[in-house]
């Protein structure tokens, strides 16, 4: 069974770095790309970029380049995304998914809260 | 860059009723585009890609058409449990684009 599970919520001040994680399992982790996705408080689904574990290739959406970094270890089958400096604007739901360009299988979603 | 425009951004229909929600891109992806439905308060659900291919266990009455430019979802008998946002996404370059969603009611 495909599974994607995501790091527990997090709850930071503005300033503060936060690297969030996003572990496959059931498939070869190594073979798909791994897409992340934001849904801000009511909003709808943003598309930030993706990345192939098997190289760590990675694309971001113009909007998401240089304001966050997507990586990935294929040792531990997982991958991540991180601020160096989160904004209160930062707030919201994020989504790993696997992708075959769509998005099959799905995390469950951390929630990072940024406020002081 | 490639714009994804979706409409209505809400629809209220009765048990039953037929519901059609379209998506335009601009320019065209030929059928590089995927449909999903996000319940409120939980994970988005992947229902049909390339355009009119039905996901596995996704209820017939949901059905995808459209290339180029104008795509469409249909439900060809809404239900209670279909309340729900739906959005599409095109995927026809290495970037994803989703559009901005249209929420489903029951009247």
Known sequence: ?116 | DIQMTQSPSSLSASVGDRVTITCRASPGISNYLAWYQQKPGKVPKLLIYAASTLQSGVPSRFSGSGSGTDFTLTISSLQPEDVATYYCQKYNSALGTFGQGTKVEIK
Not at chain 1, 36 to 47: A, C, I, S, T
Not at chain 1, 95 to 103: E, G, T
């Open chain 1, 1 to 116: 069974e495909v599974q994607l599970v995501q790091s527990g919520a997090e709850v930071k001040k503005p300033g503060e770095s936060l690297k969030i994680s996003c572990k496959g399992s059931g498939y070869s982790f190594t073979s798909y790309w791994i897409g992340w996705v934001r849904q801000m408080p009511g909003k709808g689904l943003e598309w930030m970029g993706i990345i192939y574990p098997g190289d760590s290739d990675t694309r971001y959406s113009p909007s998401f380049q240089g304001q966050v970094t997507i990586s990935a270890d294929k040792s531990i089958s997982t991958a991540f995304l991180q601020w160096s400096s989160l904004k209160a604007s930062d707030t919201a739901m994020y989504y790993c998914a696997r992708s075959l360009d769509y998005l099959d299988f799905w995390g469950q979603g951390t929630l990072v809260t940024v406020s002081s």
